[in-house]
């Protein structure tokens, strides 16, 4: 390695005190133009010419100095963090930049081992391959840090002498980047929010819980490309309402959109409903022949509902159409070219039919490229008294009623299981719509499978025999059920429970003290 020393200047005072000619270039100094000698040095420009003399006492003195108090006191001020190691991998020096990074004192540093200090140092990297290494924002597990760092080799006449690091601590600024990137997704996730609140106000679809707000988010995003999607749920959640969210907000929205229901096709006949058939194909054809729905689809998209119940044979033409894009009609011997946008719905677990060999596993991976899994009802408590609101408002005009939900009717809707989800809710309250002639929805007028439920079976038309005794006696049963229940799903959260039960904060304090109910202090 070349050193070229650089000193300041000296005033014409300073090289007469200390022996040198006012023609010494003494700040351009440079060790390989000096001319040892015993007691002087000859000092020499670049072309060898002598511009003065220096005594050789000091300027190994100035040189000494430069190296050792001024250099290092240069790079104690440094805020990036330094380190040396040699060939064996010891440290011979650190600033104080390193030891107020890491958190170790000089005197644990200098002269240790660099393995002993961090086993996997990337310094050592470099002693081996002679390879500089820049990274940033590179995270230290041992020290729970990110440092941005540059370390590179040093080297005297082509051999490599010793490894250098310099690096700052960048954990404030990645930090400060991981707050922002925070706030931004905070901010695009309520945006999608509000926009999934917008377009469920615009299609009649109620929800408000977080859970159904993601499923309708997730549908816009899909929309705006041509991925196939599966929508997985249980029956009654509305997965057909998610489908026609994302085909209604796709490029093929003025084209038409073809609903099948795959289970409601007998076997026997389902190639010729999706794939169509010529006329004179089979016996009974129409003469004219038929348009299956893939062709009634093309240039728009198709919903395959309940998927799962598709016969295997099936599911193989399915998959053959879906990667080569053409059908093959019933009696056609030439191939149709078709263009559909493919949107799947089961509400069974097709992982467990692929398993039992029920269900094909490549026409899943073609199906399933984006999934979006709809919430049942029990998911979106939340939503459960806006539903019922709804619907009973919309059967209120149908049957020109004006029923309104009593307490006990609603504290039971939250409490209920709902196997069959928002299609369920839907005919409760149209059950309700017809059969209540009173004011207000009570208990009485459940649907019958609701009633035993609660214990309670129908003798007559309004008599009621209950296992917990009176009509009284069972509503009380009843509701303790239902206030556990309540505050079971809120987690102990007594503000949430009073909320969705609609009970005011002392009433549901002296329900908790008549039933002897006991929950946590939130």
């Known amino acids: ?71 290092s006191n240069i ?32 005197h644990n540093v200098i002269g240790k081992q660099i393995q002993q200090i961090e086993p996997e140092a990337e310094i050592l990297n470099v002693i081996e391959t002679k390879i500089p290494i820049i990274k940033k924002n590179q995270y230290i597990k041992t020290l729970d840090k990110y440092v941005s760092v540059h370390i590179f080799p040093i080297e005297q006449d082509g051999e490599l002498k010793a490894v250098a690091s310099i690096f700052r601590d960048s954990t404030a600024v990645v930090k400060l980047g991981q707050e922002v990137e925070n706030a931004n997704e905070i901010a695009m996730s309520y945006r999608r929010q509000m926009e999934a609140q917008n377009e469920l106000s615009r299609f009649k679809i109620i929800g ?20 196939s999607v599966l929508i997985k749920g249980e029956n009654g959640v509305g997965k057909e309402e998610i489908a026609k969210v994302i085909y209604s907000h796709s ?71 879906l990667e080569n894009r053409e059908i093959e009609k019933i009696g056609r011997q030439k191939n149709i070219p078709v263009d559909i946008r493919l949107i799947a719905a089961s509400n069974q677990p097709l992982e467990i039919l692929i398993k039992e060999k029920k269900f094909r596993q490549d026409l899943y991976f073609r199906l399933n490229i984006v999934e979006i899994e709809v919430p049942s009802l029990r998911e979106r408590i ?8 709804y619907f009973l408002q919309k059967y209120n005009e149908k049957y020109g009623k004006s029923i309104v939900l009593s307490q006990e009717v ?12 928002v299609r369920e809710l839907q005919n409760c309250m149209e059950y309700a719509g017809i059969m209540c002639f009173e004011d ?10 609701m009633k035993e439920s609660l214990g309670l079976s129908v003798e007559k038309e309004s008599e009621f025999k209950s296992e917990n ?9 009843f509701e303790k059920k239902v206030i556990l229940s309540t505050i079971s799903a809120c987690g102990d959260n007594k503000s949430k429970a009073i909320q969705l039960l609609g009970l005011s904060r002392r009433t549901f304090y002296r329900k908790l003290k008549e039933y002897k109910i006991h929950c946590g202090e939130k």
């Open 1 to 71: 390695m070349k050193i070229r020393e650089i000193m300041k200047p000296w005033t014409g005072k300073d090289q007469a005190e200390n022996g040198i000619s006012e023609n010494s270039n003494v700040h351009n100094l440079k060790i390989d133009d000096i001319i040892w000698g015993s007691s002087l040095i000859e000092v020499t420009n670049d072309e060898g010419i002598k511009t003065g003399e220096v005594a050789k006492d000091l300027l190994l003195y100035l040189l000494k100095a430069t190296d050792m108090w001024m250099l």
């Open 75 to 106: 790079m104690d001020n440094f805020q990036e963090a330094v380190i040396a190691i040699d060939m064996a991998g010891k440290v011979f020096y650190v600033n104080n930049a390193y030891s107020r990074v890491l958190g170790v004192s000089t």
């Open 208 to 227: 408000n819980s977080p859970s159904f707000l993601k499923t309708v988010s997730q549908a816009l995003t899909v929309a705006k490309t041509e991925a």
């Open 251 to 321: 490029d093929r929205k003025d084209r038409p959109m073809i609903m099948v229901n795959c289970a409601a096709i007998p076997e026997s006949l389902i190639e010729s409903e999706l794939f169509g058939y010529e006329g004179g194909a089979f016996t009974g054809a129409k003469s004219g022949g038929k348009m299956g729905k893939f062709e009634l689809a093309n240039g728009g998209t198709l919903f395959l509902d309940e998927i799962g119940d598709m016969p295997l044979s099936m599911q193989s033409k399915l998959l053959r159409v």
């Open 382 to 389: 939340e939503d459960i008294g806006l539903l019922a609101n």
């Open 410 to 421: 609603l504290s039971f809707l939250y409490a209920y299981s709902w196997p069959g989800n």
């Open 440 to 449: 207000s929805f009570k208990l009485t007028h459940l649907p019958p499978h």
């Open 469 to 477: 005794g009176t009509l009284k006696e069972a509503v009380e049963a």
